[in-house]
């Protein structure tokens, strides 16, 4: 059985940061394709990040260049996410996603077929 389970979320001031992890198991974690995702109250999910199962490219949504990093330790099955200088529109929760590694559609909620249940990240103003 598939398991993605996060952490590190949490309650933060504006410019504050946070390292969110997620740790997989029940598969080969070097194989897949992984992201993080967000939602909002209301709102729909978000892509945020992601990487290639080799570590060796990674894609951001453009409100989160040069304040996020993604990043993954496969010896670990661990995947990351450092969150730097948070914003109240970073409010949301976080998912990590993994899927197989074809095709180029890492932003598609669809494409993934592995999710957390996700860790709930609030900044406030």
């Known amino acids: 059985q598939v398991q993605l389970v996060e952490s590190g979320g949490g309650l933060v001031q504006t410019g504050a940061s946070l390292r969110l992890s997620c740790t997989a198991s029940g598969l080969t974690f070097s194989s897949v394709d992984n992201a993080w995702f967000r939602q909002a109250p209301g709102e729909a999910r978000e892509f945020v990040a992601a990487i290639r199962w080799s570590g060796g490219a990674t894609h951001y949504t453009n409100s989160v260049k040069d304040r996020f990093t993604i990043s993954r330790d496969n010896d670990k099955n661990t995947l990351h996410l450092q969150m730097n200088g948070l914003e109240p529109g970073d409010t949301a929760v976080y998912f990590c996603?993994?899927?197989?590694?074809?095709?180029?559609?890492?932003?598609?909620?669809?494409?993934?077929?592995?999710w957390g249940q996700g860790t709930r990240v609030t900044v406030a103003s």
């Open positions: 996603a993994a899927k197989l590694p074809f095709g180029n559609d890492y932003d598609i909620p669809n494409e993934y077929k592995y």
